[in-house]
């Protein structure tokens, strides 16, 4: 089984590299860096990321199973099709793993992150359409003018996190506590709230139920 090459001084050159539906287990990379390398059917058990750097690389079909990001950062890499599980994210940003082509609101780079915590982490502007974040964690989140229409947030816990000008139309918020939705900017058509939630949510606008 390949690992990553690993020299003097702190850093990781793994250039020119191509793992195809490789497994790698309790691996820990700080402060390293992994150049040119690309990635495809593979999974990521257990691993610990931080102030890693992925420069020129490419992600796809990716499985992460409790696995920890922490300011990690990537240089003109792309990611697609990938799964999250159980993971952590510090610090982290999904723009950079992206492109556009031409759409008003770029793609998130997974439609699966279930039982993760996200602390720190912006999602301003993404098309995050049908994502299962099930019992995941946001701390100091930010979802404005996203559109996450179909996601599921059901038993999810927030923090210091905000929904502005978004598309939640046909969201599960069932069991979830702590999120901020501005009712005056978001589409709410179809979602689905518990009778409690929808009652603290029209105090808001102060509307009271009895």
Avoid: W
């Amino acid at each position: 089984m390949n690992y990553f090459v690993v020299y003097r001084g702190g850093v990781c050159y793994d250039k020119n590299m191509e793992y195809i539906d490789k497994t790698f287990e309790n691996k820990s990379m700080h402060e390293k860096r992994v150049r040119e390398a690309e990635f495809t059917d593979c999974i990521f058990k257990n691993c610990k990321f931080e102030d890693t750097e992925f420069v020129a690389c490419r992600f796809e079909g990716i499985t992460f199973l409790s696995c920890r990001f922490v300011n990690v950062k990537f240089r003109h890499s792309l990611m697609f099709s990938a799964a999250f599980e159980n993971c952590a994210f510090v610090n982290f940003s999904f723009a950079s793993l992206v492109k556009c082509y031409g759409q008003v609101n770029p793609s998130l780079p997974f439609t699966r992150a279930e039982g993760c915590t996200f602390k720190y982490v912006p999602f301003v502007g993404f098309d995050m359409k049908k994502t299962n974040f099930r019992k995941s964690n946001f701390i100091g989140c930010d979802f404005n003018n996203s559109n996450v229409k179909n996601s599921d947030f059901s038993d999810c816990t927030f923090a210091d996190a905000s929904f502005s000008a978004c598309n939640l139309e046909g969201c599960n918020f069932e069991n979830a506590a702590g999120f901020d939705i501005d009712l005056n900017s978001c589409k709410l058509k179809n979602a689905q709230f518990s009778y409690a939630q929808a009652a603290r949510m029209l105090l808001s606008l102060g509307i009271r139920l009895i």
